[in-house]
């Protein structure tokens, strides 16, 4: 009886097919490519991080007759490389030209200049594959190849395979990898008009006011002749949200309007929000611990046209702890702010104070009762920062997101009289403040 489930249950094994990976993949397309009568070799995987293209120089396989500079090569023979990566990867190769330069670097060195070069043979990936086929004389051309990563980075297998014509396409030998025609590039016409200014400004203090705003304060000025200005505006403790919008001009022949806007503290030039979207408006939304001047230099208004700052403003709860410094109570603040949390109505039952690294403060909470934990930068420079709760067989976790200098989670305990908090923070000395308020 055991003998005749070990035999079903190895049937079973041997008929599963195992999981197709990368070295799956290049070893179907050499295979394929061997049984065609090519001379198929595998480089050594390579691994690329975006940014930096490698030239990887390609041997043709060895056989009977060497695809150059052997005698009895066969003037027409053809040469294939193939890339093969995972298939959320996307790259372009680029071949050396036949004179023996290498126009794929210099039009990478003309990309990384913001300039196009006129002569562009790059091959773009698809579905992660990229193959290039040159035959005859030009087939030197692929005794180099420049590859550049365009996502954030990749591992290779590469297939190299000398024979007498052109060879299998990879998309046939993987179709699981085939991908359907790509549209052409469409024309999305000019940007869309923003509409009169007054309405606009009008429309975004009554969304402050359903918000909860209190008070909404516009300013304006006028933008320089290519569109550029600063705003310097003193503002209260509290968080703010800033719309800027600009005037459309009249004329029918006119520069579109976008506007990018950052605002900084005018003392330390720390930046406390930035706008580079492709949006008319710019908006920009950070809490200050104390009240101070902030300045909010702005480019993309179509000419000499007015621009307005609309401020709408939020206070600050007085349950959130100053005694950290005006930095980390406006960061804590942003993170309630952020996870649209309720503002607190008690002192916070805990508070710790942490640095770079992982760190672990555990909390006590009363069973049935729901808290708030923020975690904020109080000084130094971040790069990351996450907060993270265990509750029992529950958990949460919040990323502070790029640029920010702030998380929050919020949790509940139904039995449970104890919390463990982890705080995550990385960067140049960063010092970070955590406080847990009980929530009603």
């Keep these: 009886m055991v003998l005749s489930l070990l035999a079903a249950l190895a049937g079973v094994s041997a008929g599963t097919p195992a999981r197709a990976d990368l070295s799956d993949d290049a070893a179907r397309v050499a295979r394929m490519w061997s049984l065609s009568g090519a001379r198929v070799a595998r480089l050594p995987p390579i691994f690329l991080e975006h940014g930096r293209a490698r030239v990887v120089a390609l041997d043709p396989p060895a056989g009977p007759a060497r695809v150059a500079g052997a005698a009895g090569a066969a003037a027409d023979e053809c040469l294939t490389a193939a890339f093969l990566a995972p298939r959320t990867a996307e790259f372009t190769l680029s071949p050396e030209g036949p004179s023996g330069g290498v126009p794929a670097l210099e039009g990478l060195i003309h990309r990384l200049r913001g300039v196009e070069p006129e002569d562009d043979r790059r091959v773009p990936s698809v579905t992660g594959v990229a193959a ?18 365009l996502s954030t980075r990749s591992a290779f297998d590469v297939v190299v395979a000398a024979s007498s014509g052109p060879l299998e396409r990879v998309e046939a030998i993987l179709p699981e990898r085939a991908s359907g025609p790509v549209a052409p590039r469409g024309d999305p016409g000019r940007p869309s008009e923003p509409g009169p200014l007054d309405a606009r400004v009008a429309r975004a203090a009554r969304r402050a006011q359903a918000e909860g705003a209190p008070r909404v304060a516009p300013t ?40 990018d806007a950052e605002a900084r503290e005018e003392t330390t030039g720390r930046v406390l929000d930035r706008d580079r979207s492709d949006a008319p408006d710019a908006r920009l939304d950070f809490c200050l611990g104390e009240q101070g001047v902030v300045e ?19 206070p600050m709860s007085a349950f959130v702890p100053g005694h950290f410094g005006a930095r980390a109570r406006g960061n804590l603040a942003a993170a309630l702010r952020r996870r649209h949390a309720p503002a ?10 942490g640095a770079q690294g992982d760190t672990l403060v555990p909390v006590q909470v009363e069973p049935g009762r729901c808290y708030f934990a923020g975690a904020a930068l109080a000084r130094g420079e971040l790069r990351a920062l996450r907060i993270s709760v265990e509750l029992g067989d529950r958990a949460g976790r919040d990323d502070a997101g790029e640029n920010g200098e702030s998380a929050g989670v919020a949790f509940c305990s139904e039995i449970e009289e104890s919390a463990a908090l982890r705080v995550s923070a990385r960067g140049g000395s960063p010092v970070w403040v955590v406080a847990v308020w009980p929530m009603d």
């Design 132 to 149: 290039i086929t040159l035959c005859g004389a030009e087939r030197e051309g692929l005794r180099r190849l420049a590859v550049e990563v």
């Design 220 to 259: 304006d000025m006028r933008a320089s002749s290519i569109g550029t200005g600063q705003f310097s505006v003193r503002l209260p403790e509290g968080c703010h949200r800033l719309d800027l919008m600009a005037e459309v001009p009249s004329a029918t022949l006119r520069r579109a309007t976008d506007l």
């Design 296 to 314: 909010v230099p702005f480019l993309g208004a179509a000419g000499p046209v007015k621009v307005v700052l609309s401020d709408a403003q939020w």
């Design 344 to 353: 607190p109505r008690a002192q916070a039952i805990a508070e710790a104070i």
